[in-house]
């Protein structure tokens, strides 16, 4: 009876530890919250010290919840796209069919490098439906990017609506497993992928990255998530926000990276 009782304490003495050392990774950053506040917007910001393996969020239950990925789903669908040779490189053409798009900049012919870029979503769709659910699904178990509901019926949109699901945490480990070439897919493709997520660089840093926005009941939600690497240390970054009644909508889209840079400025 004694030596049960005394299992019992080390099993939830080691679970008490590790739960402990878990919350020491966890660092909650007031500033972060101040950037969130003075933007009009509700949400969470979530960065990653890859060299002191520590997050830093203004709030970790809205990081850890799981939403839509929305076109962050196009990191992950570019790499299956590629690695099926459903398109060559990133210099793959999409002919426009003439057909009237959502925005003015996906009504013309795109190579995958600027699909990317502009995010549309018509080549994405094309992409998707080209990959199929069998190759789709198999990938995606590969990559295990997040918990994606993938069917013959939502191939196209499971990404913008349905069931689908990420969250912040998700999206900086698959992040993080790209970079350190750990998702088991091609140097070619990893390289292609870099490239296509390359947003800009100067004397300090490269930053790379995906936003992403869902439309439900005509509520939005805003993604940006990516990675900022220099010669001394790598950050990434999950950003999740959404509008409220103090938000300007037509600036909305903007906010995503200008909340995500202010925060990076913190990383010192």
């Given at each position: 009876m004694k030596i049960k009782i005394l299992n019992i304490i080390l099993i939830v003495s080691i679970l008490v530890s590790c739960n402990e050392k878990a919350k020491t990774k966890e660092i909650l950053k007031p500033e972060f919250q101040s950037i969130i506040d003075s933007s009009n917007v509700d949400g969470s910001i979530l960065i990653y010290n890859l060299h002191k393996d520590l997050f830093y969020s203004n709030n970790f239950d809205w990081a850890k919840t799981g939403r839509l990925p929305a076109s962050t789903f196009k990191i992950p669908n570019?790499?299956?796209?590629?690695?099926?040779?459903?398109?060559?490189?990133?210099?793959?053409?999409?002919?426009?069919?003439?057909?009237?798009?959502?925005?003015?900049?996906?009504?013309?012919?795109?190579?995958?490098?600027?699909?990317?870029?502009?995010?549309?979503?018509?080549?994405?769709?094309?992409?998707?439906?080209?990959?199929?659910?069998?190759?789709?699904?198999?990938?995606?178990k590969k990559l295990q990017f997040g918990d994606m509901n993938v069917t013959s019926k939502n191939l196209d949109i499971f990404w913008l609506e349905g069931k689908s699901r990420i969250n912040q945490f998700q999206q900086i480990d698959f992040l993080k497993r790209f970079v350190n070439s750990e998702l088991k897919i091609s140097k070619r493709t990893e390289e292609i992928l870099k490239r296509i997520s390359f947003i800009e660089e100067n004397e300090r840093y490269k930053l790379y990255g995906k936003t992403g926005l869902s439309v439900r009941n005509g509520n939005h939600n805003g993604w940006f998530v990516g990675y900022r690497k220099s010669k001394n240390n790598t950050y990434f970054f999950a950003i999740n926000i959404e509008p409220n009644e103090n938000t300007n909508k037509e600036l909305f889209p903007k906010l995503r990276k200008e909340i995500t840079l202010k925060a990076l400025e913190f990383m010192k």
């Open positions: 570019s790499i299956i796209a590629l690695e099926t040779k459903v398109v060559e490189n990133d210099s793959t053409l999409f002919k426009w069919n003439g057909e009237k798009r959502a925005y003015k900049i996906w009504e013309q012919d795109l190579i995958l490098r600027n699909a990317f870029q502009y995010s549309c979503v018509p080549c994405y769709q094309e992409i998707a439906n080209k990959i199929g659910e069998k190759r789709m699904n198999k990938y995606l």
